[in-house]
């Protein structure tokens, strides 16, 4: 089957995507909007399943709202959105291969747009990889989208802004918050105060959260983090310690203990490259942006004619950033294509540019909290699991450095780091600063090569309906 022909083919339908969608639509090309979630939104504007309702009475929150918003206009614009598919494979001729829940399809773009958002980071520590230990992107899913408490009582620890919003989440759902253990210190988030006062809604919100959660009496720890996870009957038993300035533990401090029946935990996120590096596009290493990001310029044109990014999956700086910068992303597209004049498209660029500097500078100073500190990672104990879904500790990662392995590719085929169902989106990033501690640096370790399948998928689900009968079968040679 010929795969059918489009003029660009988005992927992910989070504020960049699906702006990105709506305005590439409004200079006249043809659309198609691809999400594996069921509906737009993404994770900051992720919507209730199917079957569940509001509570009679209750409003929703800003960012319900803006969700609600989007989802709006993009049924009644008429851009065809296939949710529920997976994207599998891109071929070099961008060529997009998918799997929904009517089988296999192909596209044939004339370019593609990747707005695949992050990927939480977690840094391992003992313990961490029990149930009832889960992310805190995790925990804002449970509480945004499920209505469900991670439990009833809750450490929340890590790095950045999602701290305060998940423990005032599970305050607000009625649910205890046993401390809040953040990495940075005060200083740190008055460093960030003039970039603050460019959004001054949110600097406010983030107050009121402050003010909540010490009016309900919950501990606010700066300058520590999760030493260790022990389960202790029905619940958990978290160290707790102060660390310095980049994550190294303070050996004069006495821990502290927390008793808990969860913990929700997050160190950053690091944008989404899995596209982008199976599509061998040049990318750079930036620890204020995330990590490992597509070398693009300002409207997302990456050094692979036809590909563009867009949003965090381009560079951590924000939901609000991420829309505008996919609006950015489409009139270039449209201009690189023949749809939008070099005078309108100037027009739009220069206008949308300044729109993104404000929300930008936010949301990189709120990335500049959440980017991976250096001790975190050297404190991790030898046999600690940082590989989950092939068990590999840091202990094997070490061994493998001083017998050799000098890059992350080097260190899978030595380890199985990265091997497993989700890709290295969960161990890369931390096994990749493993591995430049022994090399010297990030930009020497790389990151791991793209691969398809992009997402787990079955023999059966790619076969189809394909049986034995359908191969075709040449005629015999002739003697």
Known sequence: MRPAPIDLLVIGAGPAGARAALRAQSCGLEVLLVDENGDAGGQVWRPLPPGFKRAAGVRPSPEAAQGDALRAELSHSGIRCLFGHKVWNVGSSLRT??????????????????????TERVVPFAGWTQPGVIGLAAATILLKSQNMLPGRRT????SGPLLL??????????????????????ADWLQTLPSLASRPDLLWQGVQWQARLRGAGVPLRYRHGIASVEACGEGFRVHAQQVDRTGVPVSSAAPSIFEADAVAVGHGLVPGTDVTRLLRARHRYEAARGGW??????????????????????GIAGAAAAGIHGELAAVACAHDLGRLSAE??????????????????????MAGL????????????????????????????????????RDLNQLKAWTRCGMGPCQGRTCGDVAGALLAA??????????????APLRPVSLAEVAGDYTYADIPIPKAAPL
């Open 97 to 118: 291969d998918l799997i929904g829940p009517g089988g296999v399809a192909s596209w044939q773009p004339r370019a593609l747009l990747v707005a695949t958002g992050t």
């Open 438 to 451: 022994h090399t010297g640096s990030r930009e020497a370790v790389g990151c791991f090569t793209g691969r």
């Open 165 to 186: 919003a998940v423990a005032n989440g599970i305050l607000k759902a009625g649910g205890e918050v046993a401390a809040v253990l953040d990495l940075a210190s005060r």
């Open 293 to 314: 990001i597509a070398d693009a310029d300002a409207q997302g044109r990456t050094s692979v004619a036809g590909l563009y990014v867009a949003g965090d999956g381009a």
């Open 344 to 365: 309108a498209h100037a027009r739009e660029r220069d206008r949308l540019l300044a729109q993104w500097r404000k929300p930008a500078r936010f949301g990189r100073a």
């Open 370 to 405: 959440m980017a991976l500190r250096e001790g975190v990672v050297a404190s991790i104990a030898p046999d600690t699991v940082v590989c989950r879904c092939e068990d590999v500790t840091r202990a094997e990662i070490d061994t493998a450095a001083h017998e050799g392995a």
């Open 155 to 158: 450490v929340v620890a890590g």
